[in-house]
DNA sequence: CTGAAAGCGCTTACAG
DNA sequence: CTGAAAGCGCTTACAG
């Protein structure tokens, strides 16, 4: 018998009880002996009961809803990407009781600075905005009477809490463990002036090669996207370094189309490291040795810092660093150097 | 002078009108002067009045919401597909004065039969149920006393209300077309036993053959996966055609790079189609020719669907079929026949 | 252990 | 054109 309309009247009538009591025992608070609780529990099954959350949230001011701000201007990839930071976000959330409602922002907005309705409309608690937005479009997020979290986005001198991938220390490892794996040359690939993120992943790359007292060689820093973002051709080194370290998985993959078309092996002539481990991780062919961010890792504190803002509105969590792993694929090969002492390096 | 606990009350009190006329106001609705409706309009603003929506649920019964369920198993690709749906579904709804609230359904969740969590709390208005999910599941969603809508999923005999994509008719446009392009001997690549979509695709190739009494060779009807829908070395017939019609542009591409290895030229040697217009179209090279879903229309069928169920929970839409394109790119090649009579066809 | 009362913020009749 | 009253379904004090 399932009406859709059943409330905790229906069932205390039902049971000959009152309304607080059935509200106490389906919230499994005092003040409901066992026995009753049991009872009314059974009902509101049997009727087919859900909570009304409107009703709560009236009561309580709370929505237990979080909304979660994509911006639409990103490729598909990075799509993949942030859906499945979507997807842990909202398992996180669950487990605190919250439901998240995603909202992909579109460049028109963002260019017009529209807030997203629900804010508007009081339908979540918090705000979790993922990925880089304009300025004038943060300082409006900002302006919000409600707690908010940046996510996978830096921007200097802006007072937000954020969380973020740790760029720096990623690209500082896997150039680590080329230098590791033999390699002296090693040239980084992206526009360095382009991003924040490719930014930090060189300068990774570099304080790698100054511990080891390698010198950054300024024609090995080559250009892979003007400063709009859009790849360009590549050019190709006059001398070969022996390693790349691309700022992401892209770049890597369509490096590795350009050194098979002239003539180079990977990785036996030349090893190449991407970033991101996404689909073009794979794509490439070999598989790119690359970095992976922690994602639950990612999602989880973010979660737990909104959660704790949602509950205290002055809480500030500052910039919070996530670490991530390499994943070990087949672009990438050790190189002997017999010509040296050992223990030289 | 921002405050969260604007309330319409203080509105109002702060004009000396009662919260009714402020709620007029709001809402555009008959029995206020012109006057006083757009001062208590500037009123709201200047004090930073956010509509408090779950208010408004309670009263009206309705949450302004609508949930859309997306099951986790898909590929990253297919979630891209999905991601841009959902877009179009959130902003489509958005016209109609709703938001979307976007539900992951894990495997597990889909294998244990767990409806989502905003169901039980009544966090929705409706459901629309994107892709290919479990008949168990399915009956569970069909039990739910709320309206819902199957996208882009279809079964055999259950009866749902459901929007597809044209898979037959797409795939018969595209095979007609390399047809007119002169070609006469034409493979499919797909397990016809796998999927529904597969299946239908391959049932539209199949008409326009027939209807060019092109006979239908076994052997050109290759396996490209196993039954569990894992891709499989692929094959190439004895005695080649000279166009192949793949069921998906992911297996195109892999078909583009096996002939490569084998020596032959795409477009010149063998025309390759695929379906999909996904990432692959254009990560292969040359650049797919394939079929793209018209994803607005699609969106907005759905959309005006549910708000009619909605609104008259006794609607049934059936089973309504959405068209897609021909998007042209550089992977097939005319074919002359010039020891044809003209006009032989 | 159980329940009557009040109130969350809105909107819809209805009365003036 | 304007407003007093009632009610949506819940939960939180408080009283018994």
Redo the contacts between chains.
């Keep these: 018998m ?3 309309h059943v409330t905790m009247r229906d069932i205390a009538d039902r049971l000959g009880v009152s309304s607080v009591t059935v509200s106490k025992a389906l919230n499994d608070k005092d003040g409901v002996s066992d026995e009753l609780k049991a009872r009314i529990k059974e009902v509101a099954k049997e009727m ?1 009961y ?6 709560r ?2 009561r309580e001011g709370l ?3 979080i909304g979660v701000v994509i911006p ?1 201007q990103f490729t ?2 990075n ?2 990407f942030y ?2 930071v ?2 842990h976000l ?2 996180q959330l ?1 487990s605190y009781g919250y ?6 922002l ?1 460049m028109q907005d963002e260019e017009m600075v529209n807030l997203p ?7 979540v608690d918090g705000f979790i905005v993922l990925g880089q937005i304009k300025p004038s479009y943060i300082e409006a997020v900002q ?1 919000m ?2 707690p908010k979290l940046f996510l996978d986005f830096y921007q200097e001198g802006a007072a937000v809490d954020s969380i973020v991938t740790d760029n720096f220390y990623g690209a500082y490892e896997l150039t680590s463990y080329l230098i590791r794996e033999g390699h002296e040359e090693l040239a980084y690939m992206g526009n360095i002036y382009s991003t924040s993120s490719i930014q930090d992943r060189f300068l990774g790359f570099y304080k790698a090669l100054l511990e080891h007292r390698i010198p950054l060689q300024p024609d090995w820093i080559i250009r892979d996207r003007d400063d709009h973002g859009t790849l360009i051709e590549l050019e190709l080194p006059a001398s070969m370094p022996t390693a790349f370290v691309c700022n992401c998985d892209q770049v890597a993959r369509y490096l590795i189309e350009k050194l098979k078309k002239e003539g180079y092996r990977v990785p036996e002539d030349c090893s190449v490291v991407g970033y991101d481990n ?2 073009f991780a794979t ?1 490439a062919e070999p598989h790119l040795t690359t970095v992976e961010v922690d994602m639950e890792m990612l999602a989880k504190s973010a979660v737990k810092a909104i959660m704790k803002k949602v509950n205290r509105p002055d809480t500030t969590i500052g910039r919070t660093v996530v670490q991530g792993k390499i994943v070990y694929r087949d672009t990438v090969k050790p190189i002997n150097h017999p010509e040296k002492k050992n223990g030289e390096r």
Tied chains: 1, 2.
């Design positions: 399932k009406n859709d087919g859900r909570l009304n959350t409107a009703a949230a009236m929505t237990y809803n639409e598909n990839v799509h993949a859906l499945r979507y997807q909202a398992s669950e439901s998240s409602i995603l909202h992909i579109s309705r629900i804010y508007y409309e009081k339908k302006q009477t409600v996404d689909i794509v």
